[in-house]
Nanobody, 126 residues
Framework: QVQLLESGGGLVQVGDSLNLSCAAS????????VAWFRQAPGKEREFVSA????????FYADSVKGRFTISRDNSKNTVSLEMRSLRLDDTAIYFC???????????????????WGQGTQVTVSS
């Protein structure tokens, strides 16, 4: 069993940077892939970024590629999402997830992740 707790959300302006963190509990965390998803008001939850268990493979949505960086520290059971050049359409609740996706294509879908945090709000204003 893994429990996830996100932090670091807040209100920022267009062009600002923000770092999200996800603290995990559970001995097996280092064996799981981790991901960030987000859900904007009135929209479905969407994939943002993912990282395999070792950190050797990273995945990004096209909308955040080059602006967001995902990382993990298995010694501290943490996952981070560094967000730069934030835009209005980055406004959403951001969720941390952990699980065991299969082949690389499944990293992008919610079904690959069994464990979810409660989310942290990111609001980007003009």
């Amino acid at each position: 069993q893994v429990q996830l707790l996100e932090s670091g959300g807040g209100l920022v302006q267009v062009g600002d940077s923000l770092n999200l963190s996800c603290a995990a509990s559970g001995r097996s965390f280092s064996t799981y892939a981790v991901a960030w998803f987000r859900q904007a008001p009135g929209k479905e939850r969407e994939f943002v970024s993912a990282l395999n268990w070792s950190g050797a493979m990273t995945f990004y949505a096209d909308s955040v590629k080059g602006r967001f960086t995902i990382s993990r520290d298995n010694s501290k059971n943490t996952v981070s999402l560094e967000m730069r050049s934030l835009r209005l359409d980055d406004t959403a609740i951001y969720f941390c997830a952990a699980g065991s996706p299969g082949h690389s294509g499944t990293y992008y879908g919610m079904s690959g992740y069994a464990y979810w945090g409660q989310g942290t709000q990111v609001t980007v204003s003009s």
